[in-house]
């Protein structure tokens, strides 16, 4: 076998040597790219992160000295040295000593009701008239703490100062022993503190990072910062993201055009104290935070490069070493090949896998002679193995082709059978799309089966009506058979049907796919309606000679018609018992065809839940009394307000009352609580009863579900009124639930959300 001439092509050595030198070089410098990246990334994260510390500092230490302020003003209030002092001396002698052991306290004074000033620090503005000053007014309702801000006629008192003064307030009421309200006490923070601790934090770390510390007030004015800052309104994004309550650190522009890195943090959080909400902002430049990262990158390129250039003719040395013994295995190959010699293949022992290639080359050559002999050999019994194997291919398709018929005839007969059910037969995949589909949609919706074939359900149904479906091919594309009953509108008409769905599931017991079969119900919902409103028409009739019948039979009962006969009233008292069973079980007829069609109002107004709670109990006592029964109150969740139905929520505490009257042993209590939370009340009606059995437990809630039908009989009641209960309360944007434990007793509770009424005071 010899190689025909062929075009000049590179030779091995050059390749590899090219090859290996370009992946070293393209390794190194993927090396380098990586490292650079995610040391950039590192020393972005560190900066921020010192930034953020130290954010968290400034924001601890300003909470620290506010809580203090806050705790002297609480103790000086409580001293009876100043609650029943006589001599304003004795006050002045303690706020002295109050000013002595924390000097950032600028000014300490004590103003009697009419707001003149009658003992201070150091005397300063005793006699003074402070009662409209914010602090005065303020700390006469209570305590109080007040912003950043001059006071002039303090700072006329107060020794110079290079920086401006100003403070921050804290006062509280004073009342004598005897509960006399005496006036206000109110100490003054000299802003100065808040410098000297932004100047602590900052001196070790102003002269490697050159970081500032802003104090920003709720309007957006820094009120400690720069200088050329101060005083002035800032707007940023760490300021906004501040005011959210988060503590984190960002990357930001301002407005000197300049990046910074900037970490915040923001005062006055979960303190049970009134704080002051202040943005505290760390900033630095990002050029100075990433300067010895940017000095270190230039190290490493360098560095690197160098290091590449190294490797790489290292690599090229090498690999032309490596390539020798193959450039003698194919000089000889490629000299037998252009002169057609039966020259040898040389054995090479350059390394183990050129030496192997040689000897297994040289076999090679060897047995070309043999090979060829064997072709010439065999050919002269191809013509009759090609015959053989001719009549062996015809047999295999004749079998095929019987089969494919087969298969065929029986797809025609599933075909002809889904087609003439009254009902459309699919079959999907994984992705939703249609692989078969049933005539019966051409009946239903006018489109041919072909139409639909490898659409998905999403494109043919729409996104619309696709919505409702979509819980259902979730649950079967996990592997789950579904029914269910639905409605959904399709070019413009409504569509009532019942559709199952079942899995496909492989050998492997993998889903492939579902079927689904869906049935046109549209018939039976008509009869569904004509049933209800053949109910409600009833129901309503019935009412009304009820009601009469019912009042009548009380007034008899009562003797309004004149004195009758025991026997004839306990007659009348079973009659007047059995219209009042009818009466509610027509009224739960009603409520629950107003709850299928959607028609229930609901009148929602801002109620206190303690009067609805004691209403409803009120008018539930002489229920009980029948039963020799006691309800009982616990509802000590204070005066909060719920947004509700007053009716429908006297309905349901009434139910759940009755309920538990009902099945409650002779004697025995029913409880009334009340649970309060931050969003949310839970009111929880609990009795001493039979409790519910567990396989009960999920049947609760259902229409015309009652444990068993000896307590139907027994107890009376249609099993309407939990599933009524459970309409209403979620309606009113609440949830309901139970407990319950056999022969212990039962816990039914029904959760509502509090209304939110929010007020603002301007300091």
């Known amino acids: 076998m010899f190689l025909s001439k062929q075009a000049s092509r590179p030779k091995l050595a050059t390749l590899l040597t090219g090859g290996v030198s370009i992946v070293v070089l393209c390794t190194v410098l993927s090396m380098l790219v990586l490292v650079d990246h995610f040391a950039d990334n590192y020393a972005q994260k560190q900066a921020e992160q010192r930034l953020q510390q130290l954010s968290w ?22 001293l009876n040295q100043i609650k029943d002092a006589k001599d304003p001396g004795d006050i ?20 009697a009701p009419d707001g003149k000033v009658i003992a201070a620090t150091k005397g300063l503005l005793e006699g003074a008239d402070v009662s409209q000053r914010p602090w005065f007014q303020q700390g006469q309702k209570g305590l109080y703490a007040g912003d950043y801000h001059p006071a002039l006629l303090l700072q006329k008192q107060m020794p110079y100062s290079a920086d401006p003064w100003h403070f921050v307030d804290v006062s509280i009421p004073i009342h004598s022993s005897d509960g006399t309200y005496r006036g206000v006490i109110g100490a003054h923070l000299s802003w100065g503190w808040a410098r000297e601790m932004a100047r602590s934090l900052l001196s070790p770390v102003n002269q490697q990072y050159s970081a500032e510390i802003m104090v920003v007030r709720e309007d957006g004015t820094v009120i400690l910062g720069p200088k050329g800052m101060e005083e002035k309104k800032i707007k940023s ?55 010895a990262l940017r000095n270190l990158e230039h190290e490493i390129l360098y560095l690197g490069g160098v290091l590449a250039l190294i490797l790489a003719f290292i690599a090229a040395m090498m690999a032309r070493r490596l390539s020798s013994s193959l450039i003698q295995l194919s000089s000889s190959i490629e000299r037998r090949g252009q002169h057609r010699t039966l020259e040898s293949i040389p054995i090479v022992n350059g390394f183990h896998e050129a030496h192997l290639l040689s000897v297994t080359l040289a076999d090679m050559v060897k047995k070309e002679g043999q090979y060829l002999a064997g072709i010439e050999r065999a050919n002269e019994s191809l013509e009759s193995t ?90 079967v594309l996990a592997g789950e058979r579904v029914s269910f009953e639905a409605e959904g509108t399709i070019n413009n008409r409504v569509y009532y049907y019942q559709s199952i769905y079942v899995p496909a599931l492989n050998d492997a017991g993998i889903v492939e796919g579902f079927y689904a079969m869906s049935f046109d119900i549209a018939d039976r919902k008509r009869v569904e309606m004509m ?101 009982v109150g616990s509802i000590d969740c204070g005066d909060v307000d719920v947004n509700v139905d007053r009716d429908r929520f006297a309905q349901v505490l009434t139910n759940l009352l009755s309920n538990a009257v009902k099945f409650s042993h002779e004697g025995g209590e029913v409880r009334v609580s009340v649970e309060a939370a931050a969003k949310t009340v839970k009111i929880i009606v609990s009795d001493q009863g039979c409790g519910i059995p567990v396989n009960f437990h999920d049947k609760i809630f259902q229409k015309f579900s009652q444990v068993d039908n000896s307590n139907t009989r027994k107890k009376g009641g249609t099993g309407l009124g939990l599933n009524i209960c459970k309409t209403i309360i979620e309606h009113m944007g609440g949830t309901i639930g139970f407990k319950s434990t056999v022969d212990v007793g039962s816990q039914f509770f029904f959760e509502l959300p509090l209304a939110s009424v929010q007020s603002s005071t301007e300091l």
Do not use: C
């Open 57 to 78: 500092q400034m924001r601890d230490e300003l909470d620290q000295v506010m809580q203090k302020a806050v705790g002297d003003v609480q103790l000086l209030s409580q």
């Open 531 to 631: 049933k209800n409103e053949f109910v409600s028409t009833v129901s309503h009739e019935l009412r009304t000679p009820l009601t009469s019948i019912n009042g009548a039979l009380r007034l008899v009962a009562a003797g309004v018609a004149g004195e009758i006969p025991p026997k004839v009233k306990e007659l009348t008292i079973v009659a007047m018992r059995n219209t009042d069973r009818l009466l509610r079980l027509i009224n739960d007829i009603l409520d629950m065809e107003k709850i299928a069609s959607g028609n229930m109002e609901f009148n929602l107004k801002l109620t206190k839940l303690n009067q609805l709670i004691q209403e409803a109990i009120s008018a539930n006592i002489s229920y009980a009394d029948q039963y020799g029964v006691r309800i």
């Open 386 to 475: 090609v015959a053989e194997r001719t009549r062996e291919i015809e047999t295999k398709a004749n079998e095929l082709e019987l089969s494919l018929q087969r298969q065929r005839s029986a797809q025609s007969r599933l075909q002809a059978i889904t087609d003439n059910l009254p009902s459309i037969i699919t079959f999907m995949d994984t992705q939703e799309r249609y692989l078969f589909v049933s005539a019966f949609v051409t009946t239903e919706f006018g489109v041919k089966p072909e139409e639909l074939m490898g659409k998905t359900l999403r494109e043919v149904v729409g996104n619309k009506f696709y919505a409702g479906l979509a819980t259902y091919v979730q649950r």
């Open 237 to 291: 994004t760490s300021l906004t993201q501040s005011r959210s309550g988060k503590s984190v650190a960002t990357e930001e522009k301002w407005e000197d055009g300049q990046e910074y890195l900037t970490g915040y943090a923001l005062t006055g959080n979960q303190r049970n104290y009134p704080a002051l909400k202040w943005s505290i902002l760390v900033r630095q430049r990002k050029d100075l935070a990433m300067a």
């Open 92 to 111: 002045r002698n303690i706020v002295d000593t109050l000013q002595t052991t924390f000097p950032s306290y600028a000014w300490i004074g004590f103003a």
